[in-house]
């Protein structure tokens, strides 16, 4: 059974930082691109870093470039974000997702990926 689930999320105060992590079941994330979203209330999901198969080329948000990193460990089967200087507007449920294929232009998109984890919730207040 394929399974995505994703750790770390919690409350953290402006400034603050939190290691999210997505552990896999049932497929090798070292063969599949993992994508993080994040959903705020009312708003629509919006891609936050990916992290390709094989190669393990990296794309970022334009938003969170220079405070966030994702990486991959392949003996863990685990994908992390790590986010660093966190603010109010990174506020949300955090998503990884999963998808057999990579493109430099369609990483964001959700559609676009096949398999979702149920999500955990990043809410950055003082």
């Known amino acids: 059974q394929l399974q995505l689930v994703e750790s770390g999320g919690g409350l953290v105060p402006p400034g603050g930082s939190l290691r999210l992590s997505c552990a896999a079941s049932?497929?090798?994330?070292?063969?599949?691109?993992i994508g993080w979203f994040r959903q705020a209330p009312g708003k629509e999901r919006e891609g936050v870093s990916c992290i390709s198969r094989r190669s393990g080329n990296t794309n970022y948000a334009d938003s969170v470039k220079g405070r966030f990193t994702i990486s991959r460990d392949n003996a863990k089967n685990t994908v992390y974000l790590q986010m660093n200087s966190l603010n109010a507007e990174d506020t949300g449920v955090y998503y990884c997702?999963?998808?057999?294929?990579?493109?430099?232009?369609?990483?964001?998109?959700?559609?676009?990926?096949?398999?979702w984890g149920q999500g955990t919730q990043v809410t950055v207040s003082s």
């Open positions: 997702a999963a998808k057999d294929r990579y493109s430099d232009s369609t990483w964001a998109r959700a559609g676009t990926y096949d398999y």
């Open positions: 049932g497929l090798l994330l070292n063969y599949y691109t």
